[in-house]
Every structure is written in structure tokens, then in C-alpha cells.
């Protein structure tokens, strides 16, 4: 019987340091926190968008995967579902950002890896 995803805080992203230093520079930047939406693939790749805060207006489908250091990440629920509820790693990477997403920094872009599934206990 397969866990329904819960249109909520799933808490299933989390970032490296460096990420975390990107993300903190551009919250002082934009003077509020910003918001993360994982792309689904097309266009971009899968990259993850990166927005002001508010600034994405999200639909009915998409859910709050996780926050880290105050700013929301969030994708399409049935995506996530598909993809087996994965949990995220958000990083950067060299190289500017796709479509409108803000740069993670001088030359660099966010970028989400997956994490290892993690063992549940009995």
C-alpha cells in the first residue's frame, strides 16, 4: 500500500554549505527569502528555479517539499510521488541559471541531487 503525499512540509531537502552560503547571500540580496520550484525536466533540465520569495505563484499541484534556512523548495506533488518521494540535496554548480531563476552567485547555479534513500527503521 503505497503512502499518499501530503500536499505539506515533507522535509526532504536539505543543502551543502556552499548552497547554504548562496542561499544566505541572496536572502540579504533580495532583503527577504527566496523560493526554490524543481523543474520537471523540460527546458532547463532539472535544475531547480530559484525566485524571490512569493514570486512563483504555485498551482494546486504543487507541494512543499522542505525549507531550508527559512526558504521553501517545492515541486509537483504527482512528480514527486512518481519519483518515489525522493529526498533532495540542494548544491551549486558552475555555470549561470537557466530560464529566470536568480544566480546562486557569480558563475554559479543551484542544482539538486538526489540523496541515497535513507533506512527505515522497524
Known sequence: MSE??????????TATRAARRA?????????????FVQSGGCCD????MCFPG???????????VGVVDGCTFHMD????????????????????????????GDGLHFVTRVEPPRNKTS
Do not use: H, N, W
Open 4 to 13: 499518499k503525499v501530503e500536499y505539506g512540509t515533507a522535509g526532504r531537502v
Open 23 to 35: 542561499i544566505a547571500a541572496l536572502c540579504a540580496a533580495q532583503g527577504g527569502p527566496v523560493m
Open 45 to 48: 533540465g532539472s535544475d531547480p
Open 54 to 64: 512569493g514570486e512563483f505563484v504555485l498551482g494546486d499541484g504543487d507541494m512543499l
Open 77 to 104: 506533488a504527482e512528480q514527486y510521488e512518481a519519483l518515489g518521494r525522493p529526498f533532495y540535496l540542494l548544491d551549486v554548480e558552475e555555470g549561470t541559471p537557466g530560464g529566470f531563476s536568480l544566480a546562486a
